[in-house]
């Protein structure tokens, strides 16, 4: 520990050189020796935040094994004590006297479990608060609350393994961008680094064809062109530190995406960053719109990679870019009109700038929304002190690229028709999106509205996203079912377009400041059950088709929809046993909350085998999230344990009444009524006897997490708390 602390206070160069140093200011003997400065920077990496973060989970771990084997302990010593088994009882008293509480301290116990033992709401915080660094406050918007629904019962089968047996392990590409990251002392030694030229010009394109889509605040054609000097002229990277920047960081982004299915070369990102890191300083020094874009790129950066600092945040790196896009005047729409008496020549290339700013403060926008959704904190740019127009339309005028651009074809063609079009749909769904959240979801609890005008809200916010996505058939977009096209970027997709609307649906009707927000109303009910479905079926498709974003803000958001899915499963098979016990009791049943179609048991596993695919993909990147579809594994034992024990123990006919097949196409959209059929295939009304087939797959898909059929042990009792 003394030479480890020791070694924290050595200078860079006796830090790298792994030598003793003197720690003599204002240089040691060894930099004085050798002729260099002596240094003394901060090193993120020392923290060990990962270290803690396994230490903290380990921990939870074994206080809920504990409490589970207490719990099996008392429960064993009342049955040897019911059957007379006195030296039996005798032995386990005495291991009680060790390891269990006394008897009437049990209620207390169990007060402890249920309040510490919510593993889902857990992992929800922890998705939500990786995304933007530093972990203080969550809102609704989060999915905070909804998470809180689902208390799980531990299975003792399962409390003996590790659930992540990597938690003790240093993260995989933390250690690897340690290793394969240097700081660049000279700009011959950055240059030196940097990727071949094909190799560049296929980043750049991959970066113009899918990232710039939805984020267009750089100009296409100078970004080419600034390429094509880095690599004709000798001293041009040293020369253009702002270009050399950005270029830099763009082949950070690209590699980050290019990689995705491939993600052990994704320490080249970090490369790629860590030599714009180095001119940072330098670029910021411009200040104005090129400081933003800097900044911009940043924000970017960290929304997509897997392998950040844990000294810098997303959340105030885009504060800082927000107040500095404010600052410059962008959510104004003044700061755009052209200049009087101008040359033509000049009137062009000005209004190129003003479209640049114009496209810079709606980049910033779509990010604010998207970290403020996440987070579910207050937005920093507010949509009534905003009149900034969008990008027209008509400013394209270039020739489009084909179904299947090729690297030649993008960087001849980089400002293509469909890219004003795509990028000004995407952000009418931020502006929705941020509607929700300061309508709904960020007002104070005194404040909130009534339940009517709730209502009236909630109304009004779907006919909207309605418009949005009546729009979205006016898109260039693409078949995802073509394998063999190359462009591989979502925003051109159909699938991607549903699942933000059926998300929207999802967050509209998710819980503000309690349980209570839900309406327990059938209708609510299956528009839940009903997009949460759609939109795990948009994401499995999306992956299946290469073309999921692997990012933190994906994997929080795959996690929410299927929190959504169980919640309204667990809702209408709990309601349903009530309304059964409470007809075999002779007392009237209330209105509850019902599926207006019931979901056969084969539907029910296919969608959360859809779901648990998608989330492993996603979560294996990060060592924080790879619990998440561990929690959703056993999330999907609890709901197949409550719809096997409900359609077991009652004959049930699920083809509704006419006046049910009315309500429910009210409750959907009307483009959703023909295919709802064909989204929720009836059962038969006796219990399929080859349901437990399905679970011959599990382990595969799972992992050894799931290697136990629930249905085989049957004293697990693996429900929900009721």
Same mark, same amino acid.
């Given at each position: 520990?003394?030479?480890?602390?020791?070694?924290?206070?050595?200078?860079?160069?006796?830090?790298?050189?792994?030598?003793?140093?003197?720690?003599?200011?204002?240089?040691?003997?060894?930099?004085?020796?050798?002729?260099?400065?002596?240094?003394?920077?901060?090193?993120?990496?020392?923290?060990?935040?990962?270290?803690?973060?396994?230490?903290?989970?380990?921990?939870?771990?074994?206080?809920?094994?504990?409490?589970?084997?207490?719990?099996?302990?008392?429960?064993?010593?009342?049955?040897?004590?019911?059957?007379?088994?006195?030296?039996?009882?005798?032995?386990?008293?005495?291991?009680?006297?060790?390891?269990?509480?006394?008897?009437?301290?049990?209620?207390?116990?169990?007060?402890?479990?249920?309040?510490?033992?919510?593993?889902?709401?857990?992992?929800?915080?922890?998705?939500?608060?990786?995304?933007?660094?530093?972990?203080?406050?969550?809102?609704?918007?989060?999915?905070?609350?909804?998470?809180?629904?689902?208390?799980?019962?531990?299975?003792?089968?399962?409390?003996?393994?590790?659930?992540?047996?990597?938690?003790?392990?240093?993260?995989?590409?933390?250690?690897?961008?340690?290793?394969?990251?240097?700081?660049?002392?000279?700009?011959?030694?950055?240059?030196?680094?940097?990727?071949?030229?094909?190799?560049?010009?296929?980043?750049?394109?991959?970066?113009?064809?899918?990232?710039?889509?939805?984020?267009?605040?750089?100009?296409?054609?100078?970004?080419?062109?600034?390429?094509?000097?880095?690599?004709?002229?000798?001293?041009?990277?040293?020369?253009?530190?702002?270009?050399?920047?950005?270029?830099?960081?763009?082949?950070?982004?690209?590699?980050?995406?290019?990689?995705?299915?491939?993600?052990?070369?994704?320490?080249?990102?970090?490369?790629?960053?860590?030599?714009?890191?180095?001119?940072?300083?330098?670029?910021?020094?411009?200040?104005?719109?090129?400081?933003?874009?800097?900044?911009?790129?940043?924000?970017?950066?960290?929304?997509?990679?897997?392998?950040?600092?844990?000294?810098?945040?997303?959340?105030?790196?885009?504060?800082?870019?927000?107040?500095?896009?404010?600052?410059?005047?962008?959510?104004?729409?003044?700061?755009?009109?052209?200049?009087?008496?101008?040359?033509?020549?000049?009137?062009?290339?000005?209004?190129?700038?003003?479209?640049?700013?114009?496209?810079?403060?709606?980049?910033?926008?779509?990010?604010?929304?998207?970290?403020?959704?996440?987070?579910?904190?207050?937005?920093?740019?507010?949509?009534?002190?905003?009149?900034?127009?969008?990008?027209?339309?008509?400013?394209?005028?270039?020739?489009?690229?084909?179904?299947?651009?090729?690297?030649?074809?993008?960087?001849?063609?980089?400002?293509?028709?469909?890219?004003?079009?795509?990028?000004?749909?995407?952000?009418?769904?931020?502006?929705?999106?941020?509607?929700?959240?300061?309508? $709904? !979801?960020?007002?104070?609890? %005194?404040?909130?509205?009534? /339940? &009517? +005008? #709730?209502?009236?809200?909630?109304?009004?916010?779907?006919?909207?996203?309605?418009?949005?996505?009546?729009?979205?058939?006016?898109?260039?977009?693409?078949?995802?079912?073509?394998?063999?096209?190359?462009?591989?970027?979502?925003?051109?997709?159909?699938?991607?377009?549903?699942?933000?609307?059926?998300?929207?649906?999802?967050? $509209? !009707?998710?819980?503000?400041? %309690?349980?209570?927000?839900? /309406? &327990? +109303? #059938?209708?609510?009910?299956?528009?839940?059950?009903?997009?949460?479905?759609?939109?795990?079926?948009?994401?499995?498709?999306?992956?299946?088709?290469?073309?999921?974003?692997?990012?933190?803000?994906?994997?929080?958001?795959?996690?929410?929809?299927?929190?959504?899915?169980?919640?309204?499963?667990?809702?209408?098979?709990?309601?349903?046993?009530?309304?059964?016990?409470?007809?075999?009791?002779?007392?009237?049943?209330?209105?509850?909350?019902?599926?207006?179609?019931?979901?056969?048991?084969?539907?029910?596993?296919?969608?959360?085998?859809?779901?648990?695919?998608?989330?492993?993909?996603?979560?294996?990147?990060?060592?924080?999230?790879?619990?998440?579809?561990?929690?959703?594994?056993?999330?999907?034992?609890?709901?197949?344990?409550?719809?096997?024990?409900?359609?077991?123990?009652?004959?049930?006919?699920?083809?509704?009444?006419?006046?049910?097949?009315?309500?429910?196409?009210?409750?959907?959209?009307?483009?959703?009524?023909?295919?709802?059929?064909?989204?929720?295939?009836?059962?038969?009304?006796?219990?399929?006897?080859?349901?437990?087939?399905?679970?011959?797959?599990?382990?595969?898909?799972?992992?050894?997490?799931?290697?136990?059929?629930?249905?085989?042990?049957?004293?697990?009792?693996?429900?929900?708390?009721?």
């Amino acid at each position: 520990m003394q030479e480890d602390q020791l070694s924290r206070l050595a200078c860079d160069r006796c830090y790298r050189r792994k030598a003793r140093c003197d720690k003599a200011l204002p240089s040691c003997s060894t930099c004085i020796n050798a002729g260099t400065a002596c240094c003394y920077n901060a090193r993120g990496g020392l923290g060990r935040g990962d270290v803690s973060e396994t230490l903290e989970r380990r921990l939870r771990q074994l206080e809920n094994k504990n409490r589970v084997l207490s719990k099996r302990l008392r429960e064993a010593q009342l049955a040897a004590r019911a059957a007379g088994e006195t030296t039996s009882s005798e032995v386990l008293d005495a291991a009680g006297e060790m390891m269990d509480m006394p008897d009437d301290n049990n209620e207390g116990a169990d007060k402890s479990e249920a309040e510490n033992d919510n593993e889902v709401a857990k992992e929800v915080y922890s998705l939500s608060l990786h995304a933007g660094r530093p972990r203080q406050y969550l809102g609704s918007a989060s999915g905070a609350i909804l998470a809180n629904l689902f208390a799980l019962s531990r299975r003792p089968g399962r409390i003996g393994g590790d659930s992540n047996n990597n938690d003790d392990d240093e993260d995989y590409f933390r250690r690897s961008a340690a290793a394969n990251g240097q700081r660049y002392s000279s700009p011959e030694m950055a240059k030196s680094a940097l990727p071949a030229e094909p190799l560049a010009r296929s980043l750049l394109a991959a970066y113009l064809s899918h990232d710039h889509l939805a984020f267009p605040y750089l100009h296409p054609k100078k970004l080419i062109n600034s390429l094509i000097s880095m690599y004709a002229e000798e001293k041009y990277y040293e020369s253009h530190p702002v270009e050399a920047f950005a270029l830099d960081m763009i082949f950070a982004i690209a590699t980050v995406q290019v990689h995705r299915f491939s993600w052990q070369s994704l320490p080249d990102a970090e490369t790629h960053h860590e030599r714009a890191i180095s001119k940072l300083g330098v670029v910021l020094e411009s200040g104005g719109l090129i400081a933003l874009q800097t900044i911009m790129l940043l924000c970017q950066y960290r929304m997509l990679s897997v392998s950040y600092s844990n000294s810098a945040s997303l959340w105030h790196l885009l504060g800082m870019a927000t107040r500095l896009g404010i600052e410059l005047g962008l959510h104004r729409e003044a700061v755009y009109r052209l200049p009087a008496g101008l040359s033509p020549a000049d009137e062009d290339h000005v209004r190129q700038e003003l479209d640049i700013k114009r496209r810079c403060f709606w980049s910033l926008f779509q990010m604010d929304r998207i970290v403020s959704n996440t987070l579910g904190r207050p937005m920093s740019i507010n949509l009534v002190e905003i009149d900034t127009e969008h990008p027209a339309v008509e400013d394209d005028g270039e020739a489009s690229w084909g179904p299947s651009p090729s690297v030649e074809d993008i960087l001849q063609y980089p400002h293509w028709p469909a890219n004003t079009k795509i990028f000004n749909h995407i952000t009418w769904h931020r502006i929705i999106t941020g509607k929700i959240l300061s309508d $709904l !979801h960020n007002v104070p609890k %005194s404040r909130m509205p009534d /339940p &009517q +005008t #709730s209502i009236a809200i909630k109304k009004q916010l779907a006919e909207e996203l309605d418009q949005w996505k009546t729009g979205v058939a006016s898109l260039p977009l693409v078949d995802a079912s073509a394998t063999r096209i190359k462009d591989k970027s979502n925003y051109r997709t159909r699938e991607w377009y549903n699942l933000l609307y059926h998300n929207c649906i999802l967050m $509209l !009707h998710r819980p503000i400041h %309690s349980l209570q927000d839900i /309406p &327990q +109303t #059938s209708e609510v009910l299956t528009q839940i059950y009903y997009f949460s479905q759609q939109s795990i079926s948009s994401y499995a498709d999306l992956h299946k088709a290469r073309k999921i974003n692997y990012a933190w803000v994906t994997l929080h958001a795959v996690f929410l929809v299927g929190l959504s899915y169980v919640y309204a499963l667990r809702t209408h098979f709990q309601n349903k046993r009530r309304e059964i016990k409470g007809l075999g009791d002779g007392w009237p049943s209330p209105a509850r909350a019902l599926l207006t179609l019931e979901p056969s048991i084969s539907q029910i596993v296919s969608d959360m085998r859809a779901c648990s695919t998608v989330l492993v993909a996603l979560s294996e990147r990060w060592n924080t999230g790879r619990g998440c579809h561990e929690v959703f594994a056993r999330l999907s034992d609890a709901v197949l344990t409550d719809a096997s024990e409900y359609f077991m123990g009652t004959k049930i006919q699920t083809r509704p009444l006419p006046n049910q097949e009315g309500r429910l196409n009210r409750h959907l959209p009307s483009g959703e009524q023909a295919s709802q059929q064909a989204s929720w295939p009836l059962v038969s009304s006796d219990f399929d006897p080859n349901y437990q087939d399905y679970f011959g797959g599990f382990p595969e898909l799972f992992g050894d997490h799931c290697d136990d059929n629930i249905f085989l042990h049957p004293q697990f009792g693996w429900n929900f708390e009721s």
